[in-house]
C-alpha cells in the first residue's frame, strides 16, 4: 500500500471537507493517508501520526490551503526530500499551483509520476548569542527581522561574507529566497526574483535612508544581521510560522540551506503568466 500525507488548513471547514474527499479518494485507490492526530480527529479519516512519521512515512505531501498552509509543512519537512502538493485555497497562491477544481487530476498526474517536480532554494538561518549559536530553523520565503510593539527603528549592521554591506536604521530588514520574494519582500518595494534563480534579496523595510534599496546577493554567500540598536524587542520570524525576541549585540546568520524544497508544478506551468495573473499584470501585447 502506498502512503501520503496531509495537511489542511486549521480552523478552515472548507478545507477540512475537502481533506476527507481526499483521504476517501485515496482509499478507494488502496492508498493510505496519514495526518497530524488532531487533524484526523477533525475529519474522523486517515491514520494518525506524529508530525516526524508523516515525514518520513510519506511518498510525498499534500496541503489544502494557501501558501501558509504550504509553508507550515515545509517547515515540518525540515530538510527532508519529499515533494509537496499545494491546493490552492486562500488567496494569491504563489507556492500552491493547484486549483481545488483540479484537485483529482492533480491528485492522480502525482500518484502516476506525470508532475514535475522544481527545487526551491532554502535558507538556514542561526541565532548566534553570547551563549553560543542556535538552530533557528529553515526558511522557504523569508527570514525577517522587525521591530516590536512600539514604532521605533532599529540599527542593524549588515555583513555579507564578512564585509559591511551597511548599518540600516529602518522598521526592518528581510532576507527572501527567489520563492520569497513574491511575499513579504515585494509589499516592502523589494524586486521579483524568478524561481530558478540561485540569488538572495535583502529588502529594508521603511528605511530612515530613503537611498537604501534591496541587495540581490549569490546564493551561496552568508549574511550576518547584528542588532546595534534594539528599539522594542524586535522579533526574528521565519516564514511567518516561526520566531523568536532578539536582543542587543545578537547576529542572525543566514546561508543557503543543503536541501531544497522539492514542489510539484502543474502540467503546463508559465512563471509569467503567473506573475500576470496573481498580480493583476495586464497580458495584452503593444
Not at 178 to 185: F, K, M, Q, V
Request: glycine letters at 10%.
Amino acid at each position: 500500500m502506498r502512503t501520503i500525507g496531509l495537511i489542511y488548513k486549521r480552523n478552515n471547514s472548507a478545507a477540512a471537507e475537502a481533506a476527507r474527499r481526499v483521504v476517501d479518494w485515496f482509499a478507494h485507490r488502496d492508498t493510505e493517508t496519514l495526518l497530524t492526530p488532531g487533524q484526523q480527529r477533525t475529519i474522523g479519516r486517515g491514520t494518525a501520526v506524529e508530525e516526524p512519521e508523516l515525514v518520513s512515512g510519506s511518498e510525498f505531501l499534500v496541503t489544502l490551503g494557501g501558501d501558509g498552509t504550504l509553508l507550515h509543512a515545509a517547515g515540518i519537512l525540515r530538510e527532508n526530500p519529499v515533494p509537496i502538493l499545494g491546493v490552492n485555497m486562500g488567496r494569491l497562491g504563489f507556492l500552491t499551483p493547484f486549483p481545488e477544481e483540479d484537485l483529482e487530476v492533480a491528485l492522480t498526474a502525482a500518484l502516476e509520476g506525470r508532475l514535475e517536480i522544481q527545487q526551491r532554494m532554502r535558507l538556514a538561518v542561526r541565532l548566534r548569542r553570547s551563549g553560543g549559536e542556535e538552530d533557528i530553523g529553515i526558511a522557504t520565503n523569508d527570514a525577517v527581522i522587525s521591530q516590536g510593539a512600539m514604532a521605533r527603528l532599529l540599527e542593524l549592521e549588515a555583513r555579507q561574507n564578512g564585509q559591511l554591506i551597511t548599518n540600516y536604521r529602518a522598521d526592518g530588514l528581510i532576507v527572501s529566497t527567489p520563492t520569497g520574494s513574491t511575499a513579504y519582500n515585494l509589499s516592502a518595494g523589494g524586486p521579483l526574483l524568478t524561481p530558478g534563480l540561485a540569488a538572495v534579496c535583502v529588502t529594508p523595510i521603511c528605511p530612515h535612508t530613503l537611498t537604501n534599496r534591496s541587495l540581490v546577493m549569490p546564493a551561496d554567500c552568508v549574511i550576518t544581521v547584528q542588532i546595534v540598536d534594539t528599539g522594542d524587542k524586535p522579533y526574528l520570524t521565519i516564514d511567518g510560522q516561526q520566531g523568536c525576541t532578539l536582543h542587543a549585540d545578537d547576529v542572525v546568520v543566514i546561508a543557503r540551506a543543503e536541501a531544497a524544497l522539492p514542489l510539484y508544478q502543474a502540467l503546463s506551468v508559465d512563471i509569467f503568466e503567473l506573475m500576470r495573473s496573481k498580480l493583476s499584470w495586464s497580458g495584452s501585447a503593444g
